[in-house]
C-alpha cells in the first residue's frame, strides 16, 4: 500500500510539473499572440472602411499595408528641409488648440523616448544611488537641469514601475548615478519582466565617461569596479 500511494503521488507530482511547464510556455506564447491580433484588427480597422467604400471588399490586412506606407510617407516627408519645416508649421497650428493640445504634447513626449534620433525622452540605462546610500535602482536618464541661477547640476532619472510610464522622477547628484552598457530597449525589456532577464554581470561607469575614456578612478569604490554581478549584490536587482 506504501508503494502504490507514493507511486500515486510521483504521478500527481510529474502531472503537476509538466502542467505548469507547458503553462509556462503556451501562456505567454498565446497571450502574445492574441495582443498581436488584437493590434492589428485595431489598426486594419483605421483604413477599412475608406477601402470597402472604394472597392466594395473588406481586405483583411491592407488597412494595416495602407497604414504603414502613410506613416512611411510621413516620415520620409519629415526627415528632409522642407518636410521638417511643414510638420513645425502643423505642430504650432495644432499646439494652439486647447483640448488638443494637451493630448498631443503628452503623446509625442512618449513616442519621443522611443524615438532613435530624439532629443527627449529616455536616453540612457544607469543605476543610480537611490532611495539612500548602498541601495542600487535602475533607471533611465532624462537629461541634465541646474537649480537656481548658481546651483549645482543635477541628473533626471525616471525610476519606472512595471507600468513602465508610472515611476519615481528624481533629481540626483552626477557621481550618484553610474551609466550602463545597457540600450534603453534592454532597460525596458529587463524592467517589464521584474527583473527576471537580469543578466549575470552589468558592466558600468561614470555618466557621460564610456569605458574607453573613463578617467583613473573615477569608477565607485567597492563592489563596482568596472562592473558588478547581479549574484554577488542581490541590492542592483531592480
Not at 548658481?150 to 548615478?177: H, R
Request: net charge positive.
Amino acid at each position: 500500500m506504501d508503494w502504490l500511494q507514493k507511486e500515486k503521488e510521483r504521478i500527481s507530482a510529474s502531472i503537476k510539473t509538466k502542467f505548469v511547464t507547458g503553462l509556462v510556455i503556451f501562456l505567454p506564447a498565446a497571450l502574445s499572440l492574441y495582443i498581436l491580433y488584437r493590434i492589428f484588427d485595431f489598426l486594419d480597422s483605421f483604413l477599412d472602411p475608406f477601402i470597402v467604400s472604394r472597392t466594395g471588399y473588406s481586405i483583411p490586412g491592407m488597412g494595416v499595408l495602407l497604414l504603414v506606407l502613410l506613416i512611411l510617407a510621413v516620415g520620409t516627408v519629415a526627415t528632409n528641409v522642407l518636410g521638417h519645416r511643414l510638420v513645425l508649421f502643423l505642430e504650432n497650428v495644432m499646439a494652439k488648440i486647447p483640448i488638443f493640445k494637451k493630448f498631443y504634447t503628452t503623446l509625442k513626449t512618449v513616442m519621443e523616448s522611443f524615438s532613435p534620433n530624439g532629443q527627449k525622452g529616455f536616453r540612457k540605462v544607469v543605476l543610480a544611488e537611490y532611495p539612500q546610500n548602498g541601495v542600487w535602482t535602475m533607471g533611465f536618464f532624462t537629461g541634465s537641469v541646474r537649480f537656481g541661477k548658481d546651483g549645482p547640476v543635477l541628473q533626471s532619472v525616471f525610476f519606472p514601475s512595471n507600468n513602465i510610464y508610472i515611476g519615481i522622477q528624481a533629481f540626483l547628484p552626477a557621481d550618484k548615478v553610474m551609466e550602463t552598457t545597457f540600450s534603453v530597449e534592454e532597460g525596458m525589456k529587463l524592467i517589464l519582466s521584474g527583473g527576471i532577464t537580469l543578466p549575470d554581470h552589468i558592466s558600468l561607469f561614470p555618466l557621460g565617461h564610456p569605458p574607453s575614456t573613463n578617467p583613473p578612478g573615477d569608477l565607485l569604490s567597492g563592489n563596482l569596479q568596472n562592473g558588478v554581478s547581479s549574484e554577488s549584490n542581490p541590492s542592483l536587482r531592480p
